[in-house]
């Protein structure tokens, strides 16, 4: 009983996290949000009503579409349509909770759960109570996907699903429960990763063809596993059949993806991808504009996470595939037209990397048994966390104007009280990097502190007293009152 309130404490408690913050809109989740519309209300994938609000958009035959994968904005329809009958979608005000409803469920809620099964992905491979739990807050609070978890974007959700599926895949591996449902959440993990962001689909391939193998052999051959292939195969066929569809009638063919009718960004259209590149490479990892370790400096640990896990046999494969996925994202990411990804906190492409990222961490834990070296550790969590908040209080999209957007912008907007700084929302296509701070437009974002009428830094006191009320359960999870 203790161990499912511990795990809808954690569920709970990141949740929270997310869904206190609003960031509004950007051409980014525009452009997604203007797909869910019309679906909505007008049955429609053509965005042509909408368009105006967004850069981020394709053009096939006089009409336009979004440029993005469209898994979270179809999983977002039913939210949006259930939204549309309780305020409407004709106000700014409507817009707005429509839009901060489909974020908390599709970016926010689907994060948690995926650090829920980081957490249970670590038990099942011999990590102890605690260093689990220190995995899975590194994983949502300790790195920029606490940012991306508070955005209307693809990148959370995508990482969700993978994380979902490597839980399910160890869970299989390990005999831990039925292997036609564990097969059916799979396929369905694999499957949505990729509808959702294209880039997915090289580790869904991976994980389904290893998931396969691994059902085959659990189930002693392949006339005994037939059930569980099929509810693997059947589910994520049904997500690619999806995506078939809606190309086919957006593109022209089931194969044909946005990207090559890009509305803006010719450069990116002609030639997407190229050689890595060194200096994109230093700056996705190192640099002060966009770096992730500068701002995740806990993830440093993670090569030795994976030293120390594979030593034993029977995790070596999970924690070598974990790795291999950050690799392939990094290579991916360093390989981009635009790697440093516009208004972002941090590199945003490696969204979806960051739960085998964090998997290690758990395996560093374990091996730091001193109190000093786990007093460390969790410094540096902290940190990852203070500046993951930081963001997410300013603004989880920095203008790419600003070349260390921390000690430029964010930093000194929190020192200041001066929070929720976007001032572009979900119906409105403009967006001054030099106006966040001060002038006379109204500001869109916002966090539920300051509409209950708490200012500056007193709005997030709330946010902290529930934070510190979940810290009992947890405790008593980690002494083992199961």
């Known amino acids: 009983m203790r ?16 869904a206190y913050f609003y960031q509004a809109g950007g051409w980014n989740q525009n452009s997604r949000f203007d797909l869910t519309r019309a679906v909505v209300e007008r049955g429609s994938t053509r965005i042509d009503a909408y368009h105006w609000n967004t850069g981020d958009k394709a053009r096939v035959g006089g009409h336009f579409y979004s440029d993005k994968a469209p898994g979270q904005a179809f999983v977002a329809v039913p939210v949006v349509a ?15 909770f429509a839009s ?3 974020t908390v469920l599709t970016s926010g809620l689907p994060v948690a759960v995926g650090a829920l099964a980081l957490l249970h992905a670590a038990l099942l491979l011999g990590a102890s109570r605690g260093a689990a739990l220190f995995c899975a807050l590194a994983f949502g609070l300790g790195t920029p996907l606490w940012a991306y978890a508070t955005l209307f ?36 993990a694999c499957g949505w990763a990729v509808v959702t962001e294209y880039t997915a689909a090289p580790v869904a391939a991976l994980f389904g063809i290893a998931a396969a193998v691994l059902l085959v052999g659990r189930s002693g051959g392949w006339r005994a596993a037939a059930r569980p292939l099929a509810a693997l195969f059947g589910v994520s066929l049904a997500c690619a059949a999806l995506l078939g569809a809606y190309q086919a009638s957006a593109f022209g063919s089931v194969w044909e993806t946005p990207l090559r009718h890009l509305y803006l960004f010719p450069h990116v259209r002609d030639q997407p991808f190229t050689a890595p590149r060194v200096a994109a490479l230093y700056e996705i990892l190192l640099g002060a504009h966009r770096g992730l370790l500068p701002l995740a400096p806990l993830l440093v640990l993670a090569p030795v996470g994976v030293a120390v ?6 995790r070596r494969m999970a924690v070598l595939g974990a790795a291999a996925v950050v690799v392939y994202y990094v290579v991916l990411n360093a390989s981009f037209a635009t790697p440093m990804a516009g208004w972002s906190y941090g590199p945003r492409y490696l969204g979806a990397a960051l739960p085998f990222a964090a998997l290690p961490l758990a395996f560093v834990w374990d091996a730091a048994p001193r109190r000093w070296q786990r007093a460390a550790l969790v410094a540096a969590l902290l940190w990852g966390a203070f500046l993951a908040l930081v963001a997410v209080a300013t603004t989880a999209q920095p203008p790419e104007v600003f070349r260390s957007p921390v000690t430029e912008l964010l930093l000194p907007a929190f020192a200041d009280g001066d929070l929720a700084l976007n001032h572009q929302s979900f119906d409105d296509a403009s967006a001054d990097p030099h106006a966040l701070r001060g002038g006379g437009r109204e500001r869109a974002a916002w966090n539920l502190g300051l509409l209950v009428g708490l200012s500056g830094g007193w709005s997030l006191v709330p946010l902290a007293l529930v934070g510190m009320a979940s810290f009992p359960v947890a405790r008593r999870w980690l002494r083992g009152a199961a």
């Not at 809808?8 to 408690?13: D, H, I, S």
């Open 3 to 18: 161990s499912r309130r511990a795990a809808l404490a954690l569920v709970g408690t990141l949740s929270l996290c997310y």
């Open 82 to 96: 259930a939204a549309e009958l309780v305020a409407g979608l004709e106000t700014r005000r409507g817009v707005g």
């Open 100 to 102: 901060w409803l489909a």
């Open 153 to 188: 974007m693809g990148h959370a959700l995508a990482a969700a699903c993978l994380a979902i599926a490597f839980w399910s895949l160890v869970a299989i591996q390990r005999g831990w429960a039925s292997l036609t449902p564990l097969a059916a959440v799979h396929g369905l």
């Open 309 to 314: 896990a594979a030593r034993r046999p029977d």
